[in-house]
Structures are given as structure tokens and as C-alpha cells.
């Protein structure tokens, strides 16, 4: 029986280092699925030692581009270049081991002549961790993480030049998440990576590439850094279409009042060729993202509920936990963690009421009223309701309008709010029961893992809305960046039992940390510097920083400058086109549009030159960023 881990498949090709030039190029390549283009004209070019964080939303594509990089996805058009002898390792989920022993099951991605020359595979686990003895057990018998390490020996022992590694975080625990963190990170080689976890992808990756509007783009640095880009970049296309939007507006009117006259037809005719030669650029198609605003029910208490001895176990004999003692203050937000399979979820329950109470006190203040969101409650839905009316169930007091807007917010507008239960999908249902929760008022939120499903834009819009939310949470998760962000107070599942801690994440990793921590792929040395070599060192990486992007800030300054004054004039010339125009000065109507094209000529190339440079001074910046954080590191 497969435990409910993160499981990984290895699918090698052929074998060869490769350094030194392009690594894979993809060419205009385009994809439709269903009769939905995925993405089209894309380009891109993989540079050595790239470790690219792939972003995008959910259905976007992001998978299916693995795939056509695999040869498993066809493709519409375009070109997929790999150099020869270039062997790309991935993992892929839901791997089902066949051997008895850790060394047969390693053993299998050996060649056929080589089956039984274990000494290569041998040498690889032992260097992740495993014991002489781990090597002669069922590969079922070890912990996820542990499983993770088998599939990577199975992999490496391939020797790929690449891994694209999809969703690699799913299902893992902190202590092996934090591993498989630190082997990405030492991996000698070129990594894509597909995850929603924001801080996980950030702190393994070099560059940020993303499936949006159906193209790809590719920046160099951490995923804030492609969002600012994106942004910036929209802002700039939205500020030249507004001034192309003007111009078309000015010209339209132009030739409409102009064109029935004898004696300005020459003109407006010319004003038409102009305008049929502006090209047309489309309003920006933003995707739509989840909104949370969760409702707050006051209470008197200043704390929520106490907790004494807790302790439980599905076998009385073997108790996952127990001697469990605090109290959760109003506004406290606790997150529960540990390896897989200790409790958690569990804890999380008992302390909700939905497991009966074995041991221990659980005091509530009569005022305390929550909203819980797990799994169980998920199976819990009841498949015949419509989304609409599930949502409605839990609150007497909001109607369908209501309902149905909360419904919009869970990104099931119109007529898909309508829809049944028992037709969505496990991700959908998901978002279905986060919706009943919206609609719940309540001081103290019960959240188990509310993350899984979601894309990084509504992980980071459900992270808004507990930091703005006043009353307390209980959290299960295995989100390092949800941790740093929300948690003030833990219980950790560790050393065989589970202790509070009345601390945040970081001061529990400085003060107690993970004991599952050894075995870990091993770090490269660097040399030491004292306090005053490092303040040398990034004195001279800043100065040389600086120097470099002067050209690019003093053209970014002076685009900017000329653009307000063209703008200026611009809006002049035309109040006097206008007004030459009403009047049937023919000769000044020629003069002054003469005059405005010109300057819109001028305003449309500064536009471009600005995007230009505010794009290499953002790389330089990010470079320099990479470079800073080597020194302080």
C-alpha cells in the first residue's frame, strides 16, 4: 500500500555533461489544448546553470510545457532544440516502488549489464543519509522524505545534466522540504521548477519564468521581482495605449467633422491613412484571482479557549500525543508542525471537536465561535447541492445575492456558481468549502493545509486576509513563507512527541530546530570573511552596482521629464487644433496637426526608450542583489 506522500518517477534520457552554450532553445512554439491556446510564439533560450522558477495560473500550461520539453507532448508549431547526449532527469509524482530493497529499487535505473554493480548506487545513498542497514529495507517502510532521497539516487544515478521538477513540494514535510531545498540549491547543474510555494522557488532559483497572456517571460531573480516587472510593464503598455487611445479619439474627430468639407477632404483623407496605419493594441486581459475577507464575530475574551494535558491515539496504547498545555490568547495565531503522519491534522480536530475527548481539558469561552476547514469537512459537502446553496448553509443571515458574491469571490462567477457538488474537482471543492468559511462569522479560525490547490496569487490573497483578520487561528502547514508571515506560537511534532512553543518559526530554527536534519546533501564551503572584509566587499559591489546603472537611471529620469512636457505641449497644440478646426483656418488645421504628429512621434519613442531602460537597470539591479546576498551569506 502506497502512504500518502509525494511520490516520484524518474524518466532519464541518454547521458553526457554538457557546459558551455545553450542548453535547451525553444523556438515560436505554440500549444493548444481543448480548442484553448496555452501559449503561443513562445521563445526561450537556457543558459548554463540556470535554476528557473516556472510561474503562471493553474491551467495555464505549465505542465504541459514539461511534457513537450520531455518529447511526452506534442506540439502545434515551432521548434524544441536539445543538444545531443543531454540528459534531462525529472520527477514525477505517483511512483509506485517494485522492488524489495532499497539497493534493488536504486539498482533498476543502472543498465542491463550493470543491474548487479551496486557499488555506484551504494555510494549515493550513503552520501544522502542512509545506513548500511536502511539499504536491505522495503522502500515503503521509509518516511516520505526519505522516499524523496531513494528517487533523487535513482536519478542522479543517471547523471542528468537537468532536472525539471514538477510540484516537487507537495504533500512533504518541513524537515524534508528544508532538505530537498538545500539539494536543489547544490545541485551542479540547470533546474526548472513548477511549485506554489513562493518561498520555496525563491530560494533555490536564479530566474522567474511565467506563462502570462499566453507568452512566456523570462527575468533574471526572485519571483517578486518578475510580478514588479509584469507590473511595471503593464503600466507602460497601459500609458502608451491611453496616449494611442487619445491620438485615435483626436484623428476620428478630426476626419468626421473635416471629411464632408471641400477644403479640408485633402486633409482629412491624409488624417485617415494616418489612422488606419496606428496599430491596434487590445486592453490587457488580467486573470481573475480568489478574495478573501473572512468575517469577524466579537468577543469579550481575552482568551479564546485552554488547553490542559490534551492527549489522544487512535490505539490507546500508542498516543500521538499527549501533556499538550496552553492557552490561546484572542488574536493568536498557532500553527501546528512536523513530519508527516504524527498528528497534526489530527490535533487540529480534537482540538475542533471532531474527535472525542481522551485525555486532558479543553475550556472555551462561551463566546468563541469558529470556522473549520479540512479535509474532513471537505467529504463532508454535500454533492447534490449547487455551490450556491452549499455556501448559504452555513449562515442564516446572508441570501443568495450574497452567497452568489461570495461564490464570485472563489472564482465561480455567473453561471458556475450554479453548478453541482458532486461535478468539481477536488481543487474546486476546495475552494467551495474556503467559501463556507468566508461566509462563517467567527473569532477563531481551525485551518488544515488551505494552501493545497491554490496558485501563488491566492496563496498570497489568503495570507492578506488572516493578517487582516482580528480574530485568532490554529493552521497546519507545511508553508515555511505562511510560517514567517502568520505563525507567533507552535506546536511541533518532533522527537517522538509534540511540545508548544510560545515563539515564532525562526526562533524555534535558531533555538531548538529539526533533529531530521542530518544527512543532508552536503554544502559547499565558503571561505570566511570578517566584519571588515564584508563591508569592503559590498562597498566595492555597490559602487561598481551604481556605476553601472547611471546611464540607464539618467535616461529612465530624463524620459520621464520630457515625456510630462510633450505631454504638456501636446494637450496645447491640441486645444489649438481644435479651436483652429471650429473656426476653418485650413492653414493653421495643417500647420498644428503637422506639429502634434510630430510630437506624439517624439512621445511614442521616449515610451520605448523608457521601457528599455527601466528593464536593464532592473537586471542590473537584480544581478547585483544575487551577488550581495553571496557576500553576506
Not at 549515493?124 to 542512509?130: D, E, I, S, V
Not at 528544508?178 to 547543474?189: A, N, P, Q, S, V
Request: one cysteine or more.
Amino acid at each position: 500500500m502506497i502512504r500518502p506522500n509525494t511520490h516520484f518517477a524518474i524518466m532519464p534520457t541518454q547521458i553526457s555533461p554538457i557546459h558551455g552554450y545553450i542548453m535547451i532553445q525553444l523556438t515560436n512554439l505554440s500549444k493548444s489544448f481543448g480548442g484553448q491556446t496555452l501559449f503561443k510564439d513562445v521563445n526561450l533560450k537556457l543558459s548554463p546553470g540556470q535554476k528557473i522558477g516556472l510561474v503562471g495560473r493553474n491551467g495555464s500550461g505549465k505542465s504541459t510545457l514539461f511534457k513537450i520539453i520531455l518529447g511526452e507532448e506534442s506540439y502545434d508549431s515551432g521548434d524544441v532544440s536539445i543538444p545531443k547526449n543531454y540528459m534531462i532527469g525529472t520527477l514525477k509524482q505517483h511512483l509506485v516502488f517494485t522492488e524489495p530493497t532499497v539497493r534493488e529499487e536504486c539498482a533498476l535505473v543502472l543498465p542491463e549489464d550493470e543491474q548487479w554493480n551496486f557499488y555506484k548506487i551504494e555510494k549515493l545513498l550513503f552520501g544522502l543519509g542512509f545506513s548500511a542497514e536502511d539499504l536491505e529495507k522495503d522502500p515503503m517502510s521509509f518516511s516520505g522524505g526519505y522516499q524523496i532521497r531513494i528517487n533523487l539516487v535513482k536519478l542522479l544515478a543517471t547523471e542528468p545534466n537537468m532536472l525539471l521538477l514538477d510540484e516537487p513540494t507537495n504533500y512533504l514535510d518541513l524537515p524534508s522540504l528544508r532538505w530537498l531545498k538545500g539539494f536543489i540549491k547544490e545541485f551542479d547543474g540547470e533546474v526548472i521548477l513548477i511549485t506554489h510555494d513562493r518561498d520555496f522557488m525563491d530560494s533555490v532559483t536564479t530566474h522567474t519564468m511565467g506563462i502570462q497572456r499566453k507568452g512566456l517571460r523570462l527575468v533574471q531573480g526572485d519571483s517578486y521581482k518578475y510580478y514588479s516587472t509584469l507590473e511595471m510593464e503593464d503600466e507602460t503598455y497601459e500609458k502608451t495605449k491611453a496616449n494611442q487611445d487619445k491620438k485615435r479619439k483626436e484623428l476620428e474627430e478630426f476626419v468626421a467633422r473635416n471629411k464632408a468639407r471641400a477644403s479640408t477632404a485633402a486633409l482629412a483623407q491624409s488624417k485617415q491613412k494616418e489612422l488606419d496605419k496606428m496599430d491596434d493594441m487590445e486592453d490587457l486581459q488580467n486573470d481573475a484571482t480568489l478574495s478573501f475577507n473572512f468575517k469577524y464575530k466579537e468577543t469579550p475574551a481575552k482568551v479564546i479557549f485552554r488547553a490542559e494535558d490534551l492527549g489522544f491515539g487512535y490505539n490507546p496504547d500508542e498516543p500521538l500525543f499527549q501533556g499538550i498545555t496552553f492557552a490561546l490568547e484572542k488574536g493568536k495565531r498557532l500553527a501546528i508542525i512536523g513530519k508527516n503522519g504524527k498528528g497534526k491534522s489530527t490535533l487540529l480536530n480534537y482540538i475542533a471537536g471532531e474527535l472525542p475527548l481522551q485525555q486532558g481539558k479543553l475550556d472555551f469561552h462561551p463566546s468563541t465561535t469558529f470556522a473549520h476547514f479540512g479535509q474532513t469537512n471537505i467529504e463532508r459537502l454535500n454533492v447534490k447541492s449547487t455551490i450556491i446553496d452549499e455556501i448559504a448553509s452555513v449562515n442564516k443571515d446572508i441570501g443568495i445575492p450574497e452567497s452568489r458574491s461570495i461564490a464570485g469571490r472563489m472564482m465561480f462567477s455567473g453561471d458556475l456558481a450554479d453548478k453541482k457538488i458532486e461535478v468539481l474537482s477536488g481543487g474546486e471543492r476546495s475552494r467551495v468549502m474556503l467559501g463556507k468559511i468566508i461566509a462563517t462569522p467567527a473569532n477563531l479560525l481551525f485551518l488544515d493545509e488551505p494552501t493545497n490547490h491554490l496558485d501563488m496569487q491566492s496563496i498570497d490573497a489568503l495570507a492578506d486576509a488572516i493578517e487582516d483578520f482580528e480574530g485568532s487561528l490554529i493552521m497546519v502547514t507545511h508553508s515555511e513563507m505562511l510560517l514567517r508571515r502568520l505563525a507567533d506560537a507552535l506546536i511541533i511534532f518532533h522527537k517522538g512527541g509534540a511540545e508548544y512553543f510560545d515563539g515564532t518559526y525562526d526562533e524555534f530554527l535558531e533555538k531548538i530546530g529539526w533533529e531530521e536534519e542530518e544527512g543532508a546533501a552536503p554544502k559547499k564551503k565558503k571561505p570566511k570573511i570578517n566584519h571588515k572584509e564584508r563591508k569592503k566587499l559590498r562597498k566595492a559591489v555597490i559602487q561598481e552596482r551604481n556605476e553601472l546603472r547611471k546611464p540607464y537611471t539618467k535616461e529612465i529620469k530624463l524620459c520621464e521629464e520630457k515625456i510630462e512636457g510633450l505631454e504638456a505641449e501636446l494637450e496645447a497644440k491640441n486645444a489649438e487644433l481644435e479651436k483652429a478646426s471650429n473656426s476653418g483656418d485650413n492653414t493653421a488645421i495643417m500647420e498644428l496637426s503637422r506639429e502634434v504628429g510630430l510630437v506624439q512621434q517624439e512621445v511614442d519613442a521616449l515610451f520605448e526608450h523608457l521601457a528599455i531602460a527601466t528593464e536593464n537597470d532592473d537586471e542590473i539591479v537584480a544581478e547585483y542583489e544575487l551577488k550581495l546576498e553571496e557576500i553576506d551569506a
